[in-house]
């Protein structure tokens, strides 16, 4: 079974970097892509980022994109979400999914393992 743990999440200032984490275990990490999805209070979901199974082909929100980026190291079984310049409108939990052979669209249509979620809050 196939399961997602995300961490780095927590307290920084607006104009600050975090780094987001997502430890897969439970299956073969290259047969999958991942994405990055956050929630804030009172929103809806909405797509962060992604990266595609194979190509490692990459996806962004218009909102994060020039300042996030999503990679994965297949060594360690770990996709991440480098954020930078961030703004309070990013305060969210942040969660990570996957979903096999994900070679897009974007946002994704649905994936089928999730992770517990990590909050980031970004004070002004």
């Known amino acids: 079974q196939v399961q997602l743990v995300e961490s780095g999440g927590g307290l920084v200032q607006a104009g600050g970097s975090l780094r987001l984490s997502c430890a897969f275990s439970?299956?073969?990490?290259?047969?999958?892509?991942t994405g990055w999805f956050r929630q804030a209070p009172g929103k809806e979901r909405e797509s962060v980022a992604a990266i595609t199974w194979r190509d490692s082909g990459t996806y962004y929100a218009d909102s994060v994109k020039g300042r996030f980026t999503i990679s994965r190291d297949r060594t360690k079984n770990t996709a991440y979400l480098q954020m930078n310049s961030l703004k309070p409108e990013d305060t969210a939990v942040y969660y990570c999914a996957a979903t096999r052979y994900y070679s897009g669209p974007f946002p994704p249509a649905g994936m089928n393992y999730w992770g517990k979620g990590t909050l980031v809050t970004v004070s002004s």
């Open positions: 439970g299956g073969t990490f290259s047969t999958y892509g």
